[in-house]
């Protein structure tokens, strides 16, 4: 119904003394912005490219704008009471022949086949590669060398990237004349349209290749097989990546490799637990230890250990930090520090004499050395 309708200059958003230049620039940037194939699967684009379309298909022909100006969207509606040589619905719309290649080719800068030709020829950067290598804890924390295996694309070395055994074996595609597109005349419910599409006979590249190269098939382009020396830094953490770069797939047409890029995974240690640069581990102390004080064996990085003394009186999980002793940073190289927990081992399977011993201790020990144990039931018991 004519009355649902928006104006169609509110529609391209133009005031309704546009020109014709002002016109068509509006509608090219709303037809590149609501184009089916730049919003695919959206209704709601599908429907404003649709009015938009059928706006310009009124306000491009001269003859058609002078109707709608003088009596709007009646012009074009048979219920109206019909007689201003209108429309029937979208019907009447075969007069327009819109080319969306030509609109398309805007986009890109230039115009019609040249702008194509430019666009197949335009440098392409390659793909970028992943890979993956394991390594060990105190590879991670120390730095390595590794060698890395991966596959990535390379221009074939036997056709410089042509395709064809020779430079005579190659021909302008007849179909699109070089193009490597073809323009293609529709009838839809908003008239004759014209799309352009990839040629089927070239594949878009616009050369049609007589002997293709044997080596890659005609293709330009094989896969191979590479192996590298790769530089781990110290420090580096488990699931972050190397980047490598060029040494990704070859670009086309003088585009920039890709890069390789490598993700690091780290073993897990038995006997450290990383947090950022700093690591933690656990120390089993006896009881007589942490009674006494003690120089206790604190593992380090790389193996072996160190001494570190503890003070008389040491509870059951009392951290103590190591400074400097953790992983280096990846970028500073500062190192963070190692926190070790104390676990006291209570001694089990004890003979006579050392339970009679015991006892003989924890009776001399009377109440006096029990602060904690006592304000734990003055909390329980509120006394």
Excluded at 336 to 359: F, H, R, W, Y
């Amino acid at each position: 119904m004519a009355e649902n309708k928006r104006d169609y200059y509110e529609v391209l958003g133009v005031q309704k003394g546009a020109g014709e230049d002002e016109i068509k620039k509006a509608y090219r940037s709303l037809a590149k912005k609501y184009h089916p194939d730049m919003n695919p699967g959206d209704k709601e684009a599908e429907v404003k490219f649709k009015e938009v379309n059928e706006a310009y298909a009124v306000l491009s022909d001269a003859d058609k704008r002078a109707k709608y100006d003088r009596f709007g969207h009646a012009a074009f509606d048979p219920s109206s009471g019909g007689g201003y040589g209108g429309f029937s619905g979208f019907g009447d719309f075969g007069g327009a022949d819109f080319d969306f290649g030509d609109i398309f080719s805007s986009f890109f800068g230039g115009g019609g086949g040249a702008s194509s030709r430019s666009r197949q020829n335009m440098p392409i950067d390659g793909d970028d590669v992943g890979a993956r290598i394991t390594i060990s804890f105190d590879e991670a924390a120390f730095g390595t060398k590794k060698e890395v295996n991966f596959a990535r694309i390379e221009t074939c070395p036997d056709c410089a990237g042509k395709g064809a055994e020779k430079a005579e074996d190659i021909e302008t595609c007849s179909a699109c004349r070089g193009t490597g597109r073809v323009t293609v005349k529709q009838q839809t419910m908003l008239g004759y349209m014209q799309t352009q599409r990839p040629c089927q006979s070239c594949r878009g590249t616009g050369k049609i290749i007589k002997t293709p190269c044997k080596n890659c098939n005609g293709k330009g382009r094989i896969k191979i097989n590479k192996k590298l020396e790769v530089n781990i830094p110290a420090g580096i953490d488990d699931r972050q990546n190397i980047v490598l770069r060029g040494q990704g797939s070859a670009g086309v047409n003088g585009g920039a490799n890709g890069d390789l890029i490598i993700e690091i995974r780290v073993k897990e240690d038995k006997i450290f637990e990383r947090n950022g640069n700093n690591l933690y581990c656990e120390v089993p102390i006896t009881f007589a230890e942490a009674a006494l004080g003690a120089d206790i064996d604190v593992p380090v990085l790389g193996g072996g250990s160190e001494k570190y003394r503890i003070p008389e009186g040491t509870q059951s999980g009392t951290t103590f930090t190591l400074r400097g002793k953790g992983i280096p940073d990846i970028n500073t190289k500062r190192k963070g520090d190692l926190i070790i927990t104390v676990a006291i081992e209570t001694p089990k399977n004890l003979n006579s004499e050392q339970k009679k011993l015991l006892n003989a201790f924890a009776e001399s020990l009377g109440e006096s050395n029990g602060a904690k144990r006592e304000n734990f039931f003055k909390k329980l018991f509120g006394k």
